[in-house]
């Protein structure tokens, strides 16, 4: 699988973005995806993901509220909505991939992942 990322940028206290990650390689409704970030000097930290039928998802506890997680078959597709953006939401931002096919809960460690994409950087100035 091989997973590309994008739309990061820099963006105001309480601005939005919408990252996109596309996947190719391996039939992209049969498996979950994830999104993760990493701070500078902090360890990578799971921040939602989302099942392969869409039917659940799961997020991190401080961006609740604020990130929404999709996913558009057609497209090969998923997406992070993120608004209310704080300075702390700045980092690399990185999806990945469920190698798993038809996994039956949210997967949200780590481990759960076996692909990841390059990452892309939120900026979020105070």
């Known amino acids: 699988v091989q997973l590309q990322a994008s739309g990061g940028g820099l963006v105001q206290t309480g601005g939005s973005l919408r990252l996109s990650c596309t996947a190719s390689?391996?039939?992209?409704?049969?498996?979950?995806m994830g999104w993760f970030r990493q701070a500078p000097g902090k360890e990578r930290e799971f921040v939602a993901a989302?099942?392969?039928?869409?039917?659940?998802?799961h997020y991190e506890d401080s961006v609740k509220g604020r990130f929404t997680i999709s996913r558009d078959d057609a497209k090969n597709t998923v997406y992070l909505q993120m608004n209310s953006l704080k300075p702390e939401d700045t980092a690399v931002y990185y999806c990945?991939?469920?190698?798993?096919?038809?996994?039956?809960?949210?997967?949200?460690?780590?481990?759960?992942?076996?692909?990841w994409g390059q990452g892309t950087l939120v900026t979020v100035s105070s």
């Open positions: 990945a991939a469920d190698p798993l096919d038809y996994r039956n809960y949210v997967p949200i460690a780590l481990g759960n992942y076996g692909y």
């Open positions: 989302i099942t392969w039928s869409g039917g659940s998802t």
């Open positions: 390689g391996r039939t992209f409704s049969k498996y979950a």
